[in-house]
């Protein structure tokens, strides 16, 4: 699964990488300076450098779209913001259903949440790499111990996942107040990690992880006027798995509230995982 990662850029610096147009302005709930924790938790961060972004935070991503003004024209990359953790346009209120913040690749065309989404609203989460928990042996307290692992790129790039999108509105009726929507009732765009089944050595810590897609896919992937490859949706190839970095790291990361690079320090790994990777 993917259910926690970093990034370490911004949306004007993405937008300036790819080529493509910057459509994140102003974006509310940045959770700076809340700092009772149970509420930074709940209050989506604004889109940009994050060290511990977490479901319902506002994260950055890539779609390709026509001009409104131009609509004959190809395509365009664009840098949008949404909500992590999808709202299917038919939802009637945000919040009430299950945080949809992963899809499973194998079954996304046949999901009544994710179906009108995979056939033209496909995107790219950027990320310098996620974390997962790996289960052991019990604890004191009886229950398994989970050890946080950071993975990124061996190369120190950035690692774009597969993702999908939807808009939702509030019902008309609904208009007089945000009801979770944002503010004045505004439209929400949100987002969904596709996750596939873990290769190489990522199976050592998770039987899952989150689809990599390698620029020469992203053409395909992100095109509004056409489905994707049915092959897309298989999991990453093994030169692309073997090309990720694998480090124990502190579990600081357990808590939203912690978000310093800190939290992408490797640490000494237990003794009885040393030999893990």
Same mark, same amino acid.
């Given at each position: 699964?993917?259910?926690?990662?970093?990034?370490?850029?911004?949306?004007?610096?993405?937008?300036?990488?790819?080529?493509?147009?910057?459509?994140?302005?102003?974006?509310?709930?940045?959770?700076?300076?809340?700092?009772?924790?149970?509420?930074?938790?709940?209050?989506?961060?604004?889109?940009?450098?994050?060290?511990?972004?977490?479901?319902?935070?506002?994260?950055?991503?890539?779609?390709?779209?026509?001009?409104?003004?131009?609509?004959?024209?190809?395509?365009?990359?664009?840098?949008?913001?949404?909500?992590?953790?999808?709202?299917?346009?038919?939802?009637?209120?945000?919040?009430?259903?299950?945080?949809?913040?992963?899809?499973?690749?194998?079954?996304?065309?046949?999901?009544? *949440?994710?179906?009108?989404?995979? /056939?033209?609203?496909?995107?790219?989460? &950027?990320? @310098? =790499?996620?974390?997962?928990?790996?289960? !052991?042996?019990?604890? *004191?307290?009886?229950?398994?111990? /989970?050890?946080?692992?950071?993975?990124? &790129?061996? @190369? =120190?790039?950035?690692?774009?996942?597969? !993702?999908?999108?939807?808009?939702?509105?509030?019902?008309?009726?609904?208009?007089?107040?945000?009801?979770?929507?944002?503010?004045?009732?505004?439209?929400?765009?949100?987002?969904?990690?596709?996750?596939?089944?873990?290769?190489?050595?990522?199976?050592?810590?998770?039987?899952?992880?989150?689809?990599?897609?390698?620029?020469?896919?992203?053409?395909?992937?992100?095109?509004?006027?056409?489905?994707?490859?049915?092959?897309?949706?298989?999991?990453?190839?093994?030169?692309?798995?073997?090309?990720?970095?694998?480090?124990?790291?502190?579990?600081?990361?357990?808590?939203?509230?912690?978000?310093?690079?800190?939290?992408?320090?490797?640490?000494?790994?237990?003794?009885?995982?040393?030999?893990?990777?």
């Amino acid at each position: 699964m993917c259910g926690r990662f970093a990034v370490t850029t911004d949306p004007a610096r993405l937008a300036a990488e790819l080529d493509a147009v910057d459509e994140v302005s102003t974006v509310t709930g940045s959770t700076d300076d809340v700092e009772d924790p149970a509420e930074r938790k709940e209050a989506p961060r604004t889109p940009g450098v994050n060290y511990n972004v977490a479901p319902t935070s506002s994260v950055m991503t890539v779609v390709a779209r026509h001009s409104h003004d131009h609509p004959d024209d190809d395509p365009a990359l664009r840098i949008r913001a949404m909500r992590w953790g999808l709202v299917p346009a038919w939802s009637k209120e945000i919040g009430k259903g299950p945080l949809l913040f992963n899809a499973r690749a194998e079954t996304v065309t046949e999901k009544s *949440a994710f179906r009108a989404s995979v /056939k033209s609203r496909r995107c790219l989460v &950027p990320m @310098d =790499g996620w974390y997962e928990w790996r289960k !052991g042996g019990a604890g *004191a307290d009886g229950k398994p111990t /989970k050890t946080p692992y950071f993975m990124s &790129p061996q @190369d =120190g790039s950035r690692v774009f996942m597969a !993702g999908l999108w939807s808009v939702w509105r509030p019902r008309a009726a609904d208009n007089g107040g945000d009801g979770g929507s944002g503010q004045n009732g505004a439209p929400v765009l949100s987002c969904t990690i596709i996750t596939a089944d873990a290769v190489g050595d990522l199976r050592g810590i998770h039987d899952r992880m989150p689809l990599i897609m390698p620029f020469e896919t992203w053409t395909e992937w992100l095109d509004p006027d056409h489905p994707a490859p049915t092959e897309l949706l298989g999991p990453p190839a093994p030169d692309v798995a073997a090309a990720i970095d694998i480090r124990e790291v502190s579990t600081l990361v357990n808590k939203v509230a912690n978000n310093s690079p800190d939290l992408l320090a490797p640490v000494e790994p237990h003794p009885e995982q040393g030999t893990l990777l």
